[in-house]
């Protein structure tokens, strides 16, 4: 059993290195609650709107895309894919992580506006000039945008890592998203107290059609099993319950993406193992909307972009979170 053990953490240890992850120091900034407190400079929301066609009629189904594009190393291929690629071109809503923001250039905006979406960005991360965080793209509209901080561990200074959420206004139906990077290299515990962050603000929506999905990196078995059973005991089950692998570094595999539904019919959903822009793969689901009622209270629909600068970086300036 030592020897069996003993072989299992070599063999994470090689993964994790592969990965190009490395441990944080385990000293988290936490507020008098125990949660990370926010610098006051943090909160710089982007949001914008470039639909091209806009209607009110419901569709029967849509499809759901999320998609780790790797800090955007190769951001052009990523954007010849959702327009030329077989599953990822019918894409209707797109969940990404680790979406770069520079001072001359947003990644999820220059996406959003090439593609004619409507999308949000919230940043989780700074690492030198640029913030790194997570985006959802929308051939309808975006409302209700809400950022849930994550009990993390994480480097002083630096940005807390966040979950976003949104609601998405198709004619009479909506859905209620939310877009997940999980800490790698922490301890299960910590990543399904994550999830169960986005979870909890999730269950008390009152839109009861909802998408929990993302980079979950789930790096062992047992990740996968422990978040898992979590979502499976809050109603979420898995688009894919087979858990293709949808990471790839050299010779190691992994499933460290996905896409949990409730009270929503998957049609169909798979991994576009040949769309390569990254070192995961995206995952997609077709997801029925004919089983979803409307919510009971209209949501406030999110603004567009304004014309005036007044952020750090050069880009018109972040509208407040309702």
Not at 100 to 121: I, K, M, N, T, W
Not at 195 to 204: C, D, I, K, S
Not at 210 to 233: F, I, P
Request: glycine content about 6%; hydrophobic content about 40%.
């Amino acid at each position: 059993m030592l020897r069996n053990r003993c072989a299992q953490a070599v063999a994470l240890s090689v993964g994790l290195l592969l990965v190009g992850a490395w441990p944080l120091p385990l000293s988290p900034t936490l507020d008098r609650r125990g949660q990370n407190a926010l610098p006051a400079e943090a909160v710089l929301e982007e949001r914008g709107s470039f639909r091209r066609e806009r209607s009110d009629e419901t569709p029967a189904t849509i499809r759901i895309v999320s998609y780790n594009v790797h800090l955007g190393k190769r951001l052009e291929r990523v954007l010849e894919l959702f327009r030329t690629h077989p599953e990822l071109s019918r894409a209707d809503v797109i969940a990404l992580q680790e979406v770069v923001r520079e001072r001359q250039l947003s990644h999820a905006r220059l996406l959003a506006e090439r593609l004619g979406f409507d999308y949000v960005y919230l940043p989780g991360k700074r690492k030198g000039g640029r913030e790194i965080g997570l985006a959802l793209l929308s051939r309808y509209p975006l409302l209700d945008v809400e950022r849930i901080v994550l009990p993390q561990q994480r480097r002083p200074n630096d940005l807390p890592r966040v979950a976003l959420g949104a609601t998405i206004e198709l004619g009479a139906v909506r859905l209620r998203i939310y877009n997940l990077h999980v800490q790698a290299l922490v301890p299960v515990e910590l990543k399904v107290k994550q999830v169960e962050a986005a979870l909890e603000r999730a269950l008390r929506h009152p839109t009861p059609c909802r998408l929990l999905l993302g980079d979950l990196n789930t790096l062992t078995r047992g990740d996968r099993r422990a978040l898992d059973r979590r979502l499976r005991e809050a109603g979420f089950i898995p688009a894919l319950p087979e858990s293709p692998w949808t990471y790839r570094r050299f010779f190691i595999r992994m499933t460290l993406d996905a896409i949990y539904v409730q009270n929503l019919q998957v049609l169909n959903a798979g991994v576009a193992h040949d769309a390569v822009a990254s070192d995961h793969r995206p995952v997609w689901a077709d997801v029925s909307l004919l089983t979803c009622a409307q919510p009971d209270e209209p949501e406030q629909r999110a603004g567009s972009l304004p014309s005036a600068h007044s952020s750090p970086f050069d880009l018109p300036p972040p509208l407040p979170l309702r």
